[in-house]
Protein backbone atom coordinates (compact mmCIF):
# COMPACT_ATOMS: atom_id res chain seq x y z
CA UNK A 1 0.00 0.00 0.00
CA UNK A 2 2.53 2.43 0.67
CA UNK A 3 4.45 1.56 -2.55
CA UNK A 4 1.35 2.07 -4.21
CA UNK A 5 0.66 5.62 -2.50
CA UNK A 6 4.15 6.41 -3.55
CA UNK A 7 3.55 5.93 -6.81
CA UNK A 8 0.82 7.95 -7.03
CA UNK A 9 2.25 11.30 -5.23
CA UNK A 10 5.24 10.60 -7.85
CA UNK A 11 2.69 10.54 -11.19
CA UNK A 12 0.79 13.41 -9.53
CA UNK A 13 4.02 15.22 -9.56
CA UNK A 14 5.49 14.44 -12.68
CA UNK A 15 1.90 14.80 -14.33
CA UNK A 16 1.77 18.39 -12.80
CA UNK A 17 5.61 19.39 -13.87
CA UNK A 18 5.42 17.87 -17.48
CA UNK A 19 2.13 20.31 -17.88
CA UNK A 20 3.89 23.23 -16.53
CA UNK A 21 6.54 22.73 -19.05
CA UNK A 22 3.53 22.88 -21.99
CA UNK A 23 3.95 19.12 -22.44
CA UNK A 24 0.18 18.83 -21.82
CA UNK A 25 -0.51 15.32 -23.51
CA UNK A 26 2.17 13.66 -21.64
CA UNK A 27 1.46 15.30 -18.50
CA UNK A 28 -2.13 14.37 -18.46
CA UNK A 29 -1.66 10.51 -18.98
CA UNK A 30 0.19 10.91 -15.95
CA UNK A 31 -1.99 13.28 -13.85
CA UNK A 32 -4.87 11.14 -14.71
CA UNK A 33 -3.10 7.74 -13.55
CA UNK A 34 -3.07 9.57 -9.72
CA UNK A 35 -6.55 11.31 -10.38
CA UNK A 36 -8.07 7.57 -11.02
CA UNK A 37 -6.95 6.39 -7.97
CA UNK A 38 -8.53 9.52 -5.77
CA UNK A 39 -6.08 11.65 -5.58
CA UNK A 40 -7.54 15.16 -4.93
CA UNK A 41 -4.41 17.45 -6.32
CA UNK A 42 -4.08 14.80 -9.24
CA UNK A 43 -7.37 15.48 -10.15
CA UNK A 44 -8.21 19.56 -10.03
CA UNK A 45 -4.47 19.86 -11.94
CA UNK A 46 -5.67 17.01 -14.16
CA UNK A 47 -9.07 19.09 -15.03
CA UNK A 48 -7.33 21.96 -15.38
CA UNK A 49 -4.86 20.77 -17.58
CA UNK A 50 -7.66 19.18 -20.31
CA UNK A 51 -9.06 22.43 -19.72
CA UNK A 52 -5.62 23.55 -21.57
CA UNK A 53 -5.87 20.82 -23.97
CA UNK A 54 -9.00 22.13 -25.27
CA UNK A 55 -10.68 18.93 -23.92
CA UNK A 56 -13.69 20.72 -22.25
CA UNK A 57 -15.98 17.88 -21.56
CA UNK A 58 -13.52 15.69 -19.83
CA UNK A 59 -12.50 18.25 -18.21
CA UNK A 60 -15.86 19.65 -16.64
CA UNK A 61 -15.72 16.16 -15.61
CA UNK A 62 -12.90 15.83 -13.39
CA UNK A 63 -13.16 19.42 -12.21
CA UNK A 64 -16.86 19.27 -10.95
CA UNK A 65 -15.75 15.64 -9.26
CA UNK A 66 -12.61 17.72 -7.30
CA UNK A 67 -15.35 20.44 -6.64
CA UNK A 68 -17.59 17.78 -5.11
CA UNK A 69 -14.31 16.88 -2.86
CA UNK A 70 -14.24 20.31 -1.48
CA UNK A 71 -11.39 21.88 -3.00
CA UNK A 72 -11.57 25.74 -3.32
CA UNK A 73 -9.44 25.80 -6.54
CA UNK A 74 -11.84 23.27 -8.33
CA UNK A 75 -15.15 25.00 -7.62
CA UNK A 76 -13.23 28.23 -8.69
CA UNK A 77 -12.53 26.20 -11.86
CA UNK A 78 -16.10 24.92 -12.49
CA UNK A 79 -18.21 28.66 -11.89
CA UNK A 80 -16.02 29.55 -15.01
CA UNK A 81 -16.70 26.70 -16.95
CA UNK A 82 -20.17 27.20 -15.85
CA UNK A 83 -19.85 30.53 -16.95
CA UNK A 84 -18.47 30.38 -20.48
CA UNK A 85 -20.33 27.29 -21.55
CA UNK A 86 -17.18 25.02 -21.30
CA UNK A 87 -17.86 21.21 -21.11
CA UNK A 88 -21.40 21.67 -20.29
CA UNK A 89 -24.74 24.22 -21.04
CA UNK A 90 -23.75 28.14 -19.56
CA UNK A 91 -25.29 27.56 -16.43
CA UNK A 92 -25.18 30.84 -14.47
CA UNK A 93 -27.67 29.91 -11.39
CA UNK A 94 -25.00 26.85 -11.24
CA UNK A 95 -22.13 29.04 -11.39
CA UNK A 96 -23.48 31.02 -8.70
CA UNK A 97 -23.98 28.43 -6.47
CA UNK A 98 -20.43 27.66 -6.63
CA UNK A 99 -19.61 30.82 -5.97
CA UNK A 100 -21.06 31.41 -2.75
CA UNK A 101 -19.34 27.57 -1.78
CA UNK A 102 -16.43 29.14 -2.33
CA UNK A 103 -17.21 32.17 0.29
CA UNK A 104 -18.39 29.54 2.76
CA UNK A 105 -14.90 28.13 2.63
CA UNK A 106 -14.08 31.53 3.71
CA UNK A 107 -12.04 33.25 0.44
CA UNK A 108 -14.84 35.80 0.13
CA UNK A 109 -13.09 37.73 -2.74
CA UNK A 110 -12.80 34.90 -4.69
CA UNK A 111 -16.53 33.16 -4.04
CA UNK A 112 -17.50 36.91 -4.95
CA UNK A 113 -15.47 37.33 -8.03
CA UNK A 114 -17.38 33.98 -9.45
CA UNK A 115 -20.45 35.17 -8.97
CA UNK A 116 -20.22 38.99 -10.31
CA UNK A 117 -18.10 37.56 -13.47
CA UNK A 118 -20.97 34.89 -13.86
CA UNK A 119 -23.56 37.82 -14.06
CA UNK A 120 -21.88 40.35 -15.91
CA UNK A 121 -19.65 38.02 -18.85
CA UNK A 122 -21.93 35.03 -19.20
CA UNK A 123 -21.63 33.50 -22.33
CA UNK A 124 -24.91 33.09 -22.92
CA UNK A 125 -26.49 37.17 -22.93
CA UNK A 126 -29.46 36.36 -21.42
CA UNK A 127 -28.52 35.05 -18.11
CA UNK A 128 -26.41 37.88 -18.09
CA UNK A 129 -27.76 39.99 -14.79
CA UNK A 130 -25.92 43.65 -14.39
CA UNK A 131 -28.28 44.71 -11.03
CA UNK A 132 -27.10 40.90 -9.85
CA UNK A 133 -23.59 42.07 -10.37
CA UNK A 134 -23.85 45.73 -8.82
CA UNK A 135 -25.14 44.05 -5.82
CA UNK A 136 -22.46 41.29 -5.19
CA UNK A 137 -20.11 43.52 -5.83
CA UNK A 138 -21.09 46.15 -3.59
CA UNK A 139 -21.40 43.38 -1.04
CA UNK A 140 -18.19 41.47 -1.69
CA UNK A 141 -16.26 44.81 -1.60
CA UNK A 142 -17.47 46.35 1.30
CA UNK A 143 -16.99 43.05 3.50
CA UNK A 144 -13.01 42.98 1.37
CA UNK A 145 -12.59 46.46 2.29
CA UNK A 146 -14.14 46.29 5.74
CA UNK A 147 -11.23 43.41 6.15
CA UNK A 148 -8.37 45.14 5.16
CA UNK A 149 -8.85 48.59 4.79
CA UNK A 150 -5.34 49.24 4.23
CA UNK A 151 -4.38 47.26 1.52
CA UNK A 152 -0.72 46.56 -0.06
CA UNK A 153 0.79 45.49 -3.15
CA UNK A 154 -0.19 41.73 -3.72
CA UNK A 155 -3.67 42.35 -1.52
CA UNK A 156 -6.79 40.31 -3.18
CA UNK A 157 -9.47 42.55 -4.57
CA UNK A 158 -11.04 41.24 -8.04
CA UNK A 159 -14.37 42.04 -6.39
CA UNK A 160 -13.77 45.32 -5.78
CA UNK A 161 -12.33 45.96 -9.27
CA UNK A 162 -15.55 44.95 -10.56
CA UNK A 163 -17.15 47.44 -8.81
CA UNK A 164 -14.86 50.00 -9.93
CA UNK A 165 -15.57 48.40 -13.82
CA UNK A 166 -19.13 48.72 -12.97
CA UNK A 167 -19.81 52.43 -11.40
CA UNK A 168 -16.86 53.23 -14.68
CA UNK A 169 -18.85 51.47 -17.06
CA UNK A 170 -22.61 52.20 -16.04
CA UNK A 171 -22.98 47.97 -15.91
CA UNK A 172 -26.49 47.71 -13.19
CA UNK A 173 -25.85 51.88 -11.87
CA UNK A 174 -25.72 54.90 -13.28
CA UNK A 175 -22.00 55.76 -14.33
CA UNK A 176 -20.07 57.53 -12.07
CA UNK A 177 -16.89 58.01 -12.32
CA UNK A 178 -15.86 59.68 -8.35
CA UNK A 179 -17.01 56.08 -6.98
CA UNK A 180 -15.22 54.20 -9.32
CA UNK A 181 -11.99 56.33 -8.72
CA UNK A 182 -12.58 55.44 -4.99
CA UNK A 183 -12.68 51.95 -6.26
CA UNK A 184 -9.63 52.24 -8.50
CA UNK A 185 -7.62 53.70 -6.01
CA UNK A 186 -7.95 51.01 -3.57
CA UNK A 187 -6.78 48.31 -6.12
CA UNK A 188 -3.99 50.50 -7.22
CA UNK A 189 -2.64 50.09 -3.60
CA UNK A 190 -2.83 46.52 -4.19
CA UNK A 191 -0.54 46.85 -7.24
CA UNK A 192 -3.28 46.08 -9.83
CA UNK A 193 -1.80 47.71 -12.93
CA UNK A 194 -5.85 47.74 -14.69
CA UNK A 195 -7.12 49.51 -11.86
CA UNK A 196 -4.17 52.35 -12.25
CA UNK A 197 -4.57 52.74 -15.79
CA UNK A 198 -8.41 53.19 -15.76
CA UNK A 199 -7.91 55.62 -13.04
CA UNK A 200 -5.54 57.87 -15.30
CA UNK A 201 -8.03 57.22 -17.83
CA UNK A 202 -10.60 59.04 -15.52
CA UNK A 203 -8.27 61.42 -14.48
CA UNK A 204 -7.01 62.47 -18.26
CA UNK A 205 -10.21 62.05 -20.16
CA UNK A 206 -13.25 62.56 -17.54
CA UNK A 207 -15.67 64.57 -19.40
CA UNK A 208 -16.45 65.88 -16.07
CA UNK A 209 -13.61 68.57 -15.42
CA UNK A 210 -13.91 68.42 -11.97
CA UNK A 211 -11.88 65.50 -11.98
CA UNK A 212 -9.74 66.09 -14.63
CA UNK A 213 -5.78 66.06 -13.44
CA UNK A 214 -3.13 65.44 -15.28
CA UNK A 215 -0.47 65.20 -13.01
CA UNK A 216 -1.75 62.07 -11.35
CA UNK A 217 -2.93 61.02 -14.75
CA UNK A 218 0.23 60.23 -15.74
CA UNK A 219 1.69 59.29 -12.56
CA UNK A 220 -0.19 56.50 -12.55
CA UNK A 221 -0.07 55.61 -16.04
CA UNK A 222 3.61 55.52 -15.31
CA UNK A 223 3.07 53.38 -12.01
CA UNK A 224 0.99 50.59 -14.86
CA UNK A 225 3.77 51.10 -17.20
CA UNK A 226 6.21 50.05 -14.28
CA UNK A 227 4.00 46.89 -14.11
CA UNK A 228 4.63 46.26 -17.90
CA UNK A 229 1.11 47.31 -18.65
CA UNK A 230 1.21 47.47 -22.33
CA UNK A 231 -1.88 50.07 -22.57
CA UNK A 232 -0.22 52.27 -19.68
CA UNK A 233 3.44 52.30 -22.38
CA UNK A 234 1.31 52.91 -25.05
CA UNK A 235 -0.89 55.89 -23.77
CA UNK A 236 2.79 57.53 -21.91
CA UNK A 237 3.71 57.46 -25.98
CA UNK A 238 0.68 58.57 -27.25
CA UNK A 239 0.49 61.64 -25.00
CA UNK A 240 4.26 62.77 -25.41
CA UNK A 241 3.34 61.94 -29.23
CA UNK A 242 0.23 64.37 -29.51
CA UNK A 243 1.67 67.17 -27.34
CA UNK A 244 -1.35 68.48 -25.73
CA UNK A 245 -1.67 67.68 -22.56
CA UNK A 246 2.27 67.54 -21.68
CA UNK A 247 4.78 69.26 -23.40
CA UNK A 248 5.92 67.09 -26.65
CA UNK A 249 8.77 64.96 -26.62
CA UNK A 250 9.10 62.39 -29.55
CA UNK A 251 11.89 60.70 -27.78
CA UNK A 252 9.94 59.57 -25.01
CA UNK A 253 7.09 59.29 -27.01
CA UNK A 254 9.30 56.40 -29.54
CA UNK A 255 10.67 54.52 -26.39
CA UNK A 256 7.01 53.63 -24.40
CA UNK A 257 5.61 52.68 -27.80
CA UNK A 258 8.61 50.21 -28.54
CA UNK A 259 8.51 49.36 -24.99
CA UNK A 260 5.09 48.51 -25.49
CA UNK A 261 5.36 46.83 -28.77
CA UNK A 262 8.09 44.41 -27.19
CA UNK A 263 5.74 43.60 -24.64
CA UNK A 264 3.07 43.18 -27.63
CA UNK A 265 0.29 42.43 -24.44
CA UNK A 266 -1.19 45.64 -24.56
CA UNK A 267 -5.40 44.52 -25.16
CA UNK A 268 -6.19 47.27 -27.79
CA UNK A 269 -3.29 49.29 -28.60
CA UNK A 270 -0.29 47.66 -29.57
CA UNK A 271 -1.25 47.99 -33.48
CA UNK A 272 -1.37 51.78 -32.92
CA UNK A 273 1.59 51.72 -31.23
CA UNK A 274 3.12 50.11 -34.12
CA UNK A 275 1.62 52.65 -36.55
CA UNK A 276 2.29 55.79 -34.55
CA UNK A 277 5.89 54.57 -34.07
CA UNK A 278 5.96 54.01 -38.02
CA UNK A 279 4.85 57.72 -38.40
CA UNK A 280 7.48 59.45 -36.25
CA UNK A 281 10.38 56.90 -37.23
CA UNK A 282 10.87 56.15 -40.67
CA UNK A 283 13.79 53.55 -39.95
CA UNK A 284 10.73 51.86 -38.05
CA UNK A 285 11.47 47.99 -37.86
CA UNK A 286 11.14 44.96 -35.61
CA UNK A 287 14.61 44.73 -35.06
CA UNK A 288 15.01 48.50 -34.39
CA UNK A 289 12.13 48.14 -31.84
CA UNK A 290 14.53 45.62 -30.23
CA UNK A 291 17.66 47.24 -30.30
CA UNK A 292 17.32 50.51 -30.90
CA UNK A 293 15.15 51.97 -28.26
CA UNK A 294 16.35 51.62 -24.21
CA UNK A 295 13.36 51.60 -22.37
CA UNK A 296 12.56 54.30 -19.56
CA UNK A 297 11.37 50.84 -17.63
CA UNK A 298 14.44 48.88 -16.33
Known amino acids: MDELKKKIEEEANLGLELCKKGKLEEGIEHL ?6 NYLEAIVNLGHALKLADQYY ?3 E ?4 GAEL ?4 AMSNLAIMYRRGQGCDCNVDEAVKWGKKIIEKGDIDGGYQEIICSYLYAVDNYQRDFEKAFEYALEGSKKVMAKNPNPKRG ?4 SVIQLALCYNFAKGCKKDEKEALKYYQYCSKCGMPLAMYNAACIYGYSEDESL ?6 IKLFQHAANLDYGDALYELGYLYHLGEKVEKDLILAKRYYA ?3 RLGNGESHNEDAIT ?8 FTDKVVSGKYVSLID
Open 276 to 283: NLKEIDPE
Open 58 to 60: EAF
Open 155 to 158: DVCE
Open 212 to 217: RDIDKS
Open 62 to 65: WTLR
Open 70 to 73: GDAT
Open 32 to 37: RFAAEH
Open 259 to 261: HAI
